[in-house]
T-cell receptor, first 111, second 115 residues
Framework: RKEVEQDPGPFNVPEGATVAFNCTYS??????FFWYRQDCRKEPKLLMS???SGNEDGRFTAQLNRASQYISLLIRDSKLSDSATYLCVVWYDPGTYKYIFGTGTRLKVLA | GAGVSQSPSNKVTEKGKDVELRCDPISGHTALYWYRQSLGQGLEFLIYFQGNSAPDKSGLPSDRFSAERTGGSVSTLTIQRTQQEDSAVYLC?????????????FGPGTRLTVL
């Protein structure tokens, strides 16, 4: 089982739609969680960190469910510019230093 | 301010040759990471630097891979006797202090093609 798993997609949605992605992680000791965005042939960029209480940034909402070991990303009112691959990232306890990246979920927003 | 830079942006080499990839992190960032991303794959962790030391080298795939960091700044990833399976995009990232609460800032990557 992969340490961080994501549905690769693609998710094809019309402009204005709401779309949600989930990501599951296997290590219950995971402490920090992030969503990164990666455009085609570009480097990943931080979209948002994920906090235990859930957090929102404009049209984007991230949530963490520790009991079921998954995080989610909700995008409301999708824009064409949201088309990208969304990477789920998990960091374990101090001493391992490694950020574990999922393989990403590809989103295509259609006009 | 300046972001993370990497050079070269593209490198084509023949099997068996050695290559050096360079990363210039954001000034003042003490943590530096190297990753590898193959086509359609996620980012694979290679090595982490805190200052000039590398407390975690666990991701280096073989002894043909090595990395160093000097002056707490520039890092070089060296691949000796390259193989076709080494073809990938090599990404460098830096963060302010390292650790789980830190944001990683990525460079544009070096696309390595081994013929």
């Amino acid at each position: 089982r992969k340490e961080v798993e994501q549905d690769p997609g693609p998710f094809n949605v019309p402009e204005g739609a709401t779309v949600a992605f989930n990501c599951t992680y296997s290590n219950s000791a995971s402490q920090s969680f992030f969503w990164y965005r990666q455009d085609c042939r570009k480097e990943p960029k931080l979209l948002m960190s994920v906090y235990s209480s859930g957090n929102e940034d404009g049209r984007f909402t991230a949530q963490l469910n520790r009991a079921s070991q998954y995080i989610s990303l909700l995008i409301r009112d999708s824009k064409l510019s949201d088309s990208a691959t969304y990477l789920c990232v998990v960091w374990y306890d101090p001493g391992t230093y490694k950020y574990i990246f999922g393989t990403g979920t590809r989103l295509k927003v259609l006009a | 301010g300046a972001g993370v830079s990497q050079s070269p942006s593209n490198k084509v080499t023949e099997k068996g040759k050695d290559v050096e990839l360079r990363c210039d992190p954001i000034s003042g960032h003490t943590a530096l990471y190297w990753y590898r991303q193959s086509l359609g794959q996620g980012l694979e962790f290679l090595i982490y630097f805190q200052g000039n030391s590398a407390p975690d080298k666990s991701g280096l795939p073989s002894d043909r891979f090595s990395a160093e960091r000097t002056g707490g700044s520039v890092s070089t990833l060296t691949i000796q006797r390259t193989q076709q399976e080494d073809s990938a995009v090599y990404l460098c990232a830096s963060s302010l202090v390292g650790g789980g609460a830190d944001t990683q800032y990525f460079g544009p990557g070096t696309r390595l093609t081994v013929l």
